[in-house]
């Protein structure tokens, strides 16, 4: 399709499925599909790559996997162009953030131009926020893979 050749191996590992390169899409998990389908972008090596609610439906590990994937993409020289209503999605992986309220354009600013353009304004949050979440607890008991075990 793009005229080039590509070690399906290869692509296979950069998205961390490559023990399931004989399996069929239907037997992979919710998150090794979205892996899956972030690979078959990578195969023309795109300079930008377009991914729409990426991490909707996966469990926080899948979820974190995802996001360093992501972060590799990144680093790898491609613009990421990320729909999300996960805010600390979007905090963690982009530079900017588009805030779109019906179809307009309300604010566009860096993660932290954002909030301290909202804590200039008074805002303080009602409940104090601990160093640590559910989900960091849930990938603390259950993230085998984060923690390379």
């Avoid at 050749?5 to 692509?11: A, G, I, N, R, S």
């Avoid at 930008?48 to 590799?72: C, H, M, S, Y």
């Avoid at 909030?115 to 304004?121: E, Q, S, Y």
């Avoid at 009602?126 to 390379?148: C, W, Y």
Wanted: proline content about 4%; overall charge negative.
């Amino acid at each position: 399709m793009y005229n080039r050749k590509e070690d399906p191996v290869e692509l296979l590992r950069k998205v961390n499925l490559e023990e399931k390169a004989k399996a069929k899409y239907k037997e992979l998990s919710g998150g090794q599909k979205q892996r899956f389908s972030v690979a078959t972008t990578l195969i023309n090596q795109p300079k930008i790559v377009f991914l729409d609610e990426p991490t909707t439906g996966l469990d926080p590990q899948a979820r974190r996997n995802l996001w360093e994937l992501i972060k590799q993409i990144q680093s790898a020289g491609a613009t990421v162009i990320i729909t999300t209503h996960y805010m600390d999605e979007a905090e963690y992986l982009c530079e900017r953030v588009a805030i779109i309220d019906s179809g307009e354009i309300v604010a566009l600013d860096t993660p932290s131009g954002l909030i301290d353009n909202l804590l200039a304004t008074g805002f303080e949050r009602p409940r104090q926020m601990k160093q640590a979440n559910l989900e960091d607890v849930f990938i603390s008991l259950t993230g085998h893979e984060l923690r390379g075990e």
